[in-house]
C-alpha cells in the first residue's frame, strides 16, 4: 500500500513536465521559425488578408523580408483565403486592396509554381514582401520561401527605385 502511495505521488509530481513536452506539430513550426531567422526571414502572426476592419483575430503566419531601403510603395495583396477582393488573371488567387502593376506579373508567375501549396497569400507593402503560410510540409519548404522572397524583393527593388 505504501509503494502505491509513492507512486501515485510521484506521478502526481511528474506529470506536469510531460505536459510541457512539445508535440511534433509544435516541434516542427519551432524549427520552421528557427530555419527562416537563420535566412533572415521575420516571421509574426497578423489578422487574415483582406479580413474585415471589424475582424480582430489573429490566425495566419507571415513570413518576410524588409526592403532593403526604405521604400513607399502602393502596396498590394494576392491571396486565395477567401472570396475576397476581385479576380486576378492567376488561377484561384485574387486581388485586395490593390492590383500589382503589371511589371510584377512574370515574377508572380513563377514563384506561384514553386511555392508551397500551403501559400494563401502574397503581399507587398511599405515594410517589405511577404507571404502567409500554414506551416504545414516539410521544413525544406522554407528554402522555397526565401528564394521567392529574394526573388519578389529584388523586382520590387527594380520596380519601386
Not at 54 to 72: F, G, N, Q, S, V
Not at 106 to 124: F, N, Y
Request: net charge positive.
Amino acid at each position: 500500500m505504501v509503494w502505491l502511495l509513492i507512486i501515485f505521488c510521484l506521478a502526481v509530481a511528474v506529470s506536469p513536465l510531460l505536459w510541457m513536452k512539445s508535440s511534433p506539430r509544435q516541434q516542427h513550426i519551432t524549427d520552421c521559425r528557427r530555419k527562416a531567422r537563420g535566412l533572415s526571414i521575420h516571421v509574426n502572426l497578423r489578422r487574415r488578408p483582406g479580413a474585415l476592419e471589424t475582424e480582430h483575430r489573429i490566425d495566419t503566419i507571415y513570413y518576410w523580408l524588409p526592403w532593403l531601403e526604405a521604400k513607399k510603395v502602393q502596396g498590394w495583396i494576392l491571396h486565395r483565403s477567401s472570396r475576397r477582393g476581385w479576380e486576378s488573371s492567376f488561377a484561384d488567387w485574387r486581388w485586395i486592396n490593390n492590383e500589382a502593376d503589371k511589371k510584377w506579373y512574370e515574377i508572380i508567375t513563377a514563384c506561384l509554381s514553386e511555392l508551397p501549396e500551403g501559400i494563401t497569400a502574397i503581399q507587398v507593402s511599405n515594410e517589405g514582401v511577404g507571404l502567409v503560410w500554414d506551416e504545414r510540409g516539410t521544413i525544406d519548404f522554407i528554402d522555397k520561401i526565401h528564394v521567392s522572397l529574394l526573388e519578389l524583393r529584388k523586382k520590387g527593388e527594380e520596380i519601386f527605385s
